[in-house]
């Protein structure tokens, strides 16, 4: 099988579990997806020299992992995928900063890796959250909650065109790439001469599509409104996730959980 | 009722880079007429039909729906009288889920939540394709795609139906249901297709295409016991009326 058909089936796979029917599924996707956004906020406001402080934060992907009961392993191979972009924004960040942060023992740790791995736990966090939330709720949900979010109608339906029809382009290029290789017998690898034609082909028959679906939606009614089904109200279980959910991450931000924790034990030792 | 006619007079159309795709077309539909279009590739077919719900303006002649005119401000009326069913289902369902897909039309059309709900439910029954609503649309069949293209269209429930090349790419049983379902529709059908043998089942009316022009219009049995008629169409009469092959083959073999 084409790398490219079994990515199509990866792809496919999260959004898959967003058919689940868990505590988590249930829930409102307007507060699943305004949870996330108070946690991507928060993740990000922390200092950049800041490790510890982070690291409770992890109770939110766990908590919800768990209770969704989605699969980790498919999850985790799915954060690491993205772990390679990270490294390449932080990684000139212990060459440039030489600042000692602290020691331990004899070996002296710089700023530079402090923040080099700050930024990495925070990518982490972000990226599983994100995951999650698609994992939980679905496009269709998201897209749902941004538009009762008053979230501008256009990036609303480019986002859920682009998750619509990302599998029927990729399904197309990779048609075409297996078209390419049985004709290209060794040199499976695509010179750029044939990049080039392949790539121009691809936009114009995207953009012939684009058309037509246009056409078909026109036909339909459509006036610039994608109707969703409406988000519905707000129940009691979903406001108590969001209050909950916001209390820790605000807490977690003002005060350093590991440190509070171990001077208590100290306490307790004395 | 007027509003279930379809008249076309001395259409002509040229795309931008200047191919006349149709050239003086005219015809008129009547109430509950069942319309093949067929034509070699190329001769117009899918800009014809892309003309009778205004997605193409003719760059002459007229064209009516029912009581309308089609013109700009007509479009959102015809529209709903003219149900549209695309050649390739994905361009036609675009929405994250079959019942979003089906609910699209009926929501701008501005029913209620639980008017549109009917609506969606009882196309699914039609086409029989209920158990399918909470799918997406990329984990369907060939066959139930276009089952469920057509309930997105039945949904608005339209006065006049449209198909392009509906038969295409379906499996003979998906495409022998798919013949039944149009039978048992009393609407207006105007259907473009190289399957001669769905028309020879579904219209009892023929236009033939041929250069954008029509070559022919007439009963679909007449046109198609035309041999002469059919070879300058770039067409062939039916399978269905050509006897059959093993047997003619036998009567024609050699004798040794």
């Known amino acids: 099988m084409l790398k490219i058909k079994a990515q199509l089936l990866n792809l496919r796979y999260i959004d898959e579990l967003a058919a689940g029917n868990s505590v988590i599924h249930q829930l409102n996707p307007c507060a699943k997806l305004l949870v996330t956004m108070i946690f991507l906020i928060v993740v990000t406001s922390f200092p950049k020299q800041v490790l510890a402080g982070l690291i409770p934060l992890f109770v939110f992907p766990v908590t919800i992992a768990s209770l969704a009961d989605l699969p980790l392993a498919p999850l985790l191979r799915r954060v690491a995928l993205a772990l390679p972009f990270v490294i390449f924004i932080g990684i000139f960040n212990p060459v440039l900063d030489h600042s000692t942060a602290f020691t331990i023992g004899e070996v002296a740790v710089s700023n530079g890796w402090v923040s080099f791995f700050s930024i990495l736990i925070r990518a982490v966090l972000a990226i599983s959250a994100a995951l999650l939330l698609v994992a939980t709720t679905g496009m269709e949900g998201i897209c749902a909650a941004l538009q009762a979010g008053k979230v501008p109608k256009v990036l ?62 026109r036909s339909r009614g459509f006036d610039g409104n994608i109707p969703f089904r409406r988000c519905l109200a707000l ?36 | 009722m007027s509003h279930h006619l379809v008249e076309v007079k001395n259409l002509a159309f040229a795309y931008p880079d200047h191919t006349n795709a149709l050239r003086s077309i005219s015809f008129r539909i009547v109430h509950g007429e069942s319309v093949g279009i067929v034509g070699a590739n190329g001769a117009g077919k899918s800009t014809l039909l892309s003309h009778l719900n205004g997605i193409l303006t003719p760059t002459e002649g007229t064209v009516r729906i029912g009581d309308y005119p089609l ?75 276009r089952a469920v293209a057509i309930a997105t269209v039945l949904a608005m429930s339209p006065d006049i139906l449209v198909l392009d090349e509906p038969s295409a790419g379906l499996d003979p049983w998906a495409r022998r249901k798919l013949i039944g379902l149009l039978l048992s529709f009393t609407h207006t059908k105007v259907i473009a297709t190289h399957d001669l043998d769905l028309v020879l089942d579904v219209c009892e009316r023929t236009i033939v295409l041929k250069d954008g022009k029509i070559l022919a219009d007439g009963p679909t049995l007449t046109i198609f016991n035309d041999t002469a008629l059919l070879a300058a169409g770039q067409l062939e009469k039916p399978f269905s009326m050509q006897g059959c092959p093993v047997c003619s083959a036998k009567k024609n073999a050699p004798l040794s």
């Not at chain 1, 048609?175 to 010179?191: M, S």
């Not at chain 2, 009326?77 to 003219?82: D, K, N």
């Not at chain 2, 994250?96 to 639980?114: C, K, R």
């Open chain 2, 71 to 145: 013109t700009a401000n007509m479009l959102p009326q015809i529209r709903r009288t003219v149900g549209m069913v695309f050649q390739d289902p994905d361009d036609q369902l675009f929405m994250p889920t079959v019942y979003d897909d089906v609910a699209f039309g009926p929501l701008n059309l501005g029913l209620s939540a639980e008017e549109a709900d009917g609506r969606v439910t009882a196309a699914l029954a039609t086409v029989g394709a209920l158990h399918l609503k909470d799918r997406p649309p990329y984990r369907l069949s060939g066959g139930q795609k």
């Open chain 1, 156 to 217: 609303v339906v480019q986002l859920l065109f682009m998750y619509r029809y990302l599998y029927i382009l990729l399904e197309e290029a990779g048609r075409t790439v297996q078209a390419y290789n049985l004709r290209a017998f060794e040199d499976t690898r695509i010179g750029y001469k044939a990049a080039g034609s392949l790539i121009g082909q691809l936009l114009m028959r995207t953009l012939e599509r684009a058309q037509r679906i246009y056409a078909a939606m």
């Open chain 1, 235 to 270: 129940q009691v279980k979903d406001i108590i996730f969001v209050l909950f959910w916001s209390a820790f991450f605000l807490l977690a931000r003002m005060v350093n959980i590991p440190q509070w924790l171990g001077a208590l034990v100290l306490e307790g030792y004395r």
